[in-house]
């Protein structure tokens, strides 16, 4: 059985996609393929992946990329397709209509998520996300399965009559843990891992560690111009800066680090979320600083794993950080806490049985129309 998976906005080795989804369907048995924003055509890990176009802008991704990834699609003549991204809805409904088997696959609530995106006209923002809800309530009916990454989301698909299964993006639990790790020996610093924009925090976090003698290690790409601004903080000289890393540097980073932070600003699209970041800091045994959001509440505080703060107050942030460094027993306690949660819950082993269940069903229901 042929699975082609499609991402125009991802580049190929993205956790979720691949170190979760793809290689989960490899190890079943299915043949595997990958479009993606690619240098080259290559097979890693048993995965073929097909490169599409670097764009310049997201013009010619949502338009001259979109177009690229449907014709590569089309070449793969796969039994499902597996897509990721919202702009390729027409696509998935052309594969439909053509007769195949398809797969919407939904990370964040688009239309909230566009409420909160500061490259789009204040004005534009309700009238956009009106029109992606309306295209998802039409296409979403229509596919032959939907996976959603938070319970929110398919709550909300269910409603639309999708065939809705809740896939939470939870760690792999060997991936990022540090076997004996010396709590003794880590750095008086906390550290942030993923995409650094306003929205996630970016401001308070620097501001916040410069209110304190301590370290924060950043790894992870900044939005445009986001960078120069946060230099002329004060609370910069306190930064490590890493850039974008693979796993191995996300794991190196946590290793060195007291504590994970995961400061989302309350925006529509993040106070139902469940941020993979404060799973694998869970994972990796350190505790988090989290948004004080209720179910981000629920989920920190429920497995005593970590604080939960005002994310747009500094001060605030820099207490919980003061009290994570000058209590290593406690915080050390913390990430234990939630290491536990996650190897008996919050896990891909546990969502993994999800995917494949869509899966065989989908395999089975095509062979018996084959």
């Known amino acids: 059985m042929k699975v082609c998976i499609l991402t125009s906005v991802h580049y190929p080795f993205d956790t979720r996609i691949f170190h979760k989804e793809a290689k989960t369907l490899r190890s079943a048995g299915y043949e595997v393929i990958l479009i993606a924003q690619h240098k080259k055509e290559e097979t890693v890990d048993g995965i073929k992946i097909i490169p599409l176009k670097k764009p310049r802008n997201r013009v ?127 750095e008086r610093a906390v550290c942030y891992v993923g995409g650094i924009a306003k929205i996630r925090g970016a401001f308070e976090m620097v501001q916040a560690i410069g209110k304190t003698d301590y370290q924060l290690i950043l790894a992870g790409d900044f939005e445009p111009g986001l960078e120069e601004r946060l230099r002329q903080l004060h609370g910069w000289k306190k930064v490590e800066a890493l850039g974008f890393v693979y796993r191995n540097g996300v794991r190196d980073a946590m290793s060195r680090s007291i504590a994970g932070l995961v400061l989302f600003h309350p925006e529509p699209n993040h106070i139902d979320s469940q941020p993979n970041k404060m799973f694998e800091y869970m994972s990796a045994g350190l505790p988090v600083i989290a948004s004080n959001f209720s179910l981000w509440k629920e989920i920190v505080e429920g497995n005593k794993c970590g604080i939960c703060v005002d994310p747009l107050n500094p001060r605030e942030i820099a ?41 065989a069903k989908l395999s089975d229901l095509k062979r018996l129309l084959s």
Request: avoid cysteine; proline fraction near 5%.
């Open 60 to 186: 010619e991704r949502m338009t001259k990329i979109v177009w690229q990834a449907y014709r590569a699609a089309l070449t793969t003549d796969a039994d499902i397709y597996h897509f990721h991204d919202p702009e390729l809805i027409p696509i998935g409904l052309l594969l439909k209509g053509g007769g195949k088997k398809v797969i919407y696959d939904i990370h964040e609530d688009a239309p909230k998520q566009n409420l909160s995106k500061t490259y789009i006209p204040k004005y534009l923002r309700k009238p956009i996300s009106f029109f992606i809800e309306a295209i998802e309530a039409f296409s979403a009916k229509r596919f032959d399965g939907v996976i959603t990454a938070t319970p929110f989301i398919n709550e909300r698909f269910l409603k639309m009559g999708a065939n809705a299964v809740n896939i939470n993006n939870y760690p792999i639990v060997s991936e990022l843990s540090v076997e004996d790790s010396n709590w003794e020996k880590k």
């Open 319 to 359: 207490e919980a950080i003061q009290w994570m460094i000058e209590h290593p027993n406690e915080a050390k306690a913390m990430g234990e806490n939630g290491r536990r949660a996650v190897e008996e819950r919050y896990n891909w082993e546990n969502e993994e049985k999800k995917l494949l269940e869509l899966y």
